[in-house]
């Protein structure tokens, strides 16, 4: 049994550090601006989601397990005005982490299968599971992390010359900025279908897949295992 626990807190452990690595591998090379923009209509931006997961696991494991009293405001996670700056966010995503850790360490073995449950997770049942339930989630949202810095790396690209206008006087910046913002929108909408298309056999849209969606951007290769730079 003592092995079984040491196994569990251990493998635990290493999957938390591992996955704030990966978020702060991926947050490193964007800039305040980039941190909180949304590069598509819909969904979160990167320092949203950063919220979202210094609430989850404050809430699920520093309130109803270490007892540190955190008070969630979930719906807050997605929709704070107040932009913190990467450094403050990241601060507070580690120390999240930080309580996480600290609660598997003073886990005995009896305690993973103590009884559990909390808002939004009244059928986790036990300690074990939660903890097991916010590495998934947290690796979820890396995955949707990872996507998000490739989207801002492309829209970096192809704004570039666009705001070149501003630097010699031109007036319409904003509006470039916009329509720009619109054709990248097209462009993923379009990628999906794609993809879609593609892995449901169909290949008629094969040469507008590759004249459009280069070797860089292709399911497999780009897009959906990219581990590039965010730029």
Partial sequence: MDD?????????????????????????PLS???LWRKPFPFGNSFGHLVLHLTGNLNYYIGAQIAGTGYVRDRDREFAETKRLPKRELLKRFDEAIGVVQRAIREQSAD?????????REEDAGN???IFLRCATHLHHHVGQMTYLCYELSRQKSSWRPILGFHHRGHEN??????ESAARNSADAARYFR?????????RSDRSAWRSRFPDNAHPRRGVFSARRSCG
């Fill in 32 to 34: 305040d601006e980039q």
């Fill in 194 to 202: 794609l993809w879609a298309r593609r892995w449901s056999g169909d």
């Fill in 127 to 129: 300690r074990f599971n």
């Fill in 4 to 28: 079984l626990h040491g196994t569990i807190a251990a493998g635990l452990a290493e999957r938390y550090t591992t996955l704030a690595e990966k978020v702060r591998e991926l947050a490193a």
């Fill in 173 to 178: 910046t904003e509006v470039n900025l916009r």
């Fill in 111 to 119: 305690n993973w299968s103590a009884e559990y449950m909390a808002v």
